[in-house]
């Protein structure tokens, strides 16, 4: 190839590389650490992440840090009697220059979430049997002041198990779910859970220790019923 042609092609690389760090959004710079390994506990023992303090900081507080509101969504179960959560989703946030999608579960209780779902604008049916209700904007609005319970951090980027250890540490055991082969990275002390597929792709859930049992609890019955199955 003449070296002219391996210039522009060169030259036409580097300008598209340039146009994407300017369609890039600015990457929020508080001072406050933003990475997902760095896992700390406030003096009550809740896990403290991303800024963020699970069971204190606010959704408003999270949005203001966002710069975006969320979509707001609320589920119910299929068990008896039906259990109610609500979380917030966040796509493509850009935190430490790094990519990913957020859920954001809140601190809410069932007779208030039972009362949002009756009021709800729209209701549609999962795969699971459960069912996701589109939320009153004065219900959506009212959330804000709400606590976060757990955050999902889901990266664009795949892991590999050598950068997970490296970055995380030592879990205190693997878990794999035999259906899919998705392989939990499990640190009950720090409230952590990171599920590894085997291409790479990664979820990473955060919580208070606390409530690590019940973040365990849908894993655990699964390895039961295929052990019974077997």
């Known amino acids: 190839m003449d070296r002219p042609i391996i210039l522009s092609i060169l030259g036409a690389a580097a300008l598209g590389f340039v146009g994407m760090l300017l369609l890039m959004p600015d990457p929020i710079d508080d001072g406050v650490v ?3 390994w760095q896992i700390d506990r406030d003096e009550s023992g809740r896990t403290q992440v991303f800024g963020f303090t699970l069971g204190r900081t606010t959704l408003a507080e999270v949005r203001k840090v966002f710069q ?10 299929t068990q008896t009697p039906a259990r109610f959560a609500v979380e917030a989703y966040f ?10 999608d957020f859920v954001i579960a809140l601190v809410a209780d069932q007779s208030q979430l039972e009362g949002m779902y009756d009021r709800g604008l729209r209701i549609s049916q999962l795969e699971s049997g459960g069912k996701k ?3 009153d904007p004065v219900d959506a609005e009212a959330l804000a002041s709400f606590p976060i319970r757990s955050i999902s951090y889901l990266p664009k ?5 050598d950068l997970i250890e490296q970055r995380f540490g030592a879990p205190a055991r693997k878990q794999t779910e035999q259906k899919t082969g998705i392989v939990h990275w499990l640190y009950p002390d720090r409230g952590l859970d990171i ?9 990473i859930q955060y919580v208070n220790a606390g409530d ?3 973040l365990l609890a849908p894993l ?6 295929h052990a019974v199955s077997e």
Do not use: C, N
């Open 195 to 203: 599920g590894r597929d085997p291409q790479g792709h990664v979820v």
């Open 157 to 161: 980027t795949r892991l590999d198990e």
């Open 68 to 77: 975006e509101e969320g979509e707001m969504s609320l589920f119910k179960t």
């Open 91 to 100: 796509e493509q946030v850009y935190l430490e220059r790094l990519r990913a």
């Open 34 to 36: 933003r990475l997902p």
């Open 133 to 135: 209700v589109k939320l």
């Open 220 to 225: 655990e019955a699964a390895s039961a019923e």
């Open 212 to 214: 690590f049992p019940a």
